[in-house]
């Protein structure tokens, strides 16, 4: 039995290839915001920093502007989003995975993009993305010779998008493993027909 097959209309992964270097001091201020009551465990090993407005702290200003310039060319220059819709960070949060412990498959709900910023330890356990559970087969979760799931290597100061809907999660892993996640929202008019969407949808404008 001959055939093709390929994969099409699928989300796209964006992944900066010149990180971002964390100053020492930012790296200090990452760290406290996991020290005593400032972290919330949420599963054995596994917790985050009870503040989920990180990236808004004067702290964090340069990191967050960098950021916000990649989720511009994510939004206008990979998806070719117009101008003006603009896309801005809402919740952002510090994560630390303890040896042994994994963070499941999971998705972003009330959100468009979502983002992972890497920190520390290079060759740590990689981030990896789903495919039944990312909408392949809506609803249904069927068992699989091999999942193929995709994967991006943790590499301190690398920053990774994906649409929010995807499913994504972390292996267990042998070293402390920390990372900065974010999720965006958008204002601006959608649907109600320009460009290519001509004649699709009701339109939407959220300020």
């Not at 020492?24 to 400032?38: A, H, L, V």
């Not at 009330?110 to 990689?126: A, C, H, K």
């Amino acid at each position: 039995m001959t055939y093709t097959s390929r994969k099409f209309l699928g989300p796209i992964l964006y992944e900066t290839t010149e990180h971002y270097s964390l100053s020492s001091d930012e790296r200090g201020y990452i760290r406290s915001t996991m020290t005593g009551r400032n972290s919330e465990i949420i599963g054995g090993g596994k917790r985050h920093s009870r503040d989920l407005q990180v990236l808004q702290r004067e702290e964090l200003s340069s990191l967050s502007q960098w950021i916000q310039g990649h989720i511009n060319n994510f939004a206008h220059d990979v998806y070719t989003i117009t101008d003006d819709v603009e896309f801005y960070i809402t919740d952002s949060w510090v994560n630390h995975l303890m040896p042994g412990t994994e963070h499941v498959m999971h998705q972003h709900s009330n959100s468009i993009i979502s983002g992972v910023l890497f920190i520390g330890t290079d060759n740590n356990q990689p981030l990896y993305f789903g495919t039944d559970i990312n909408e392949v087969f809506r609803g249904f979760e069927f068992p699989y010779n091999d999942m193929q799931y995709e994967n991006v290597n943790h590499e301190d100061g690398k920053l990774v998008m994906f649409p929010s809907k995807v499913a994504h999660g972390v292996p267990p892993v042998d070293l402390d493993r920390w990372s900065l996640s974010f999720n965006t929202f958008f204002r601006g008019t959608v649907g109600g027909g320009n460009g290519v969407n001509v004649g699709y949808g009701n339109q939407l404008t959220l300020t």
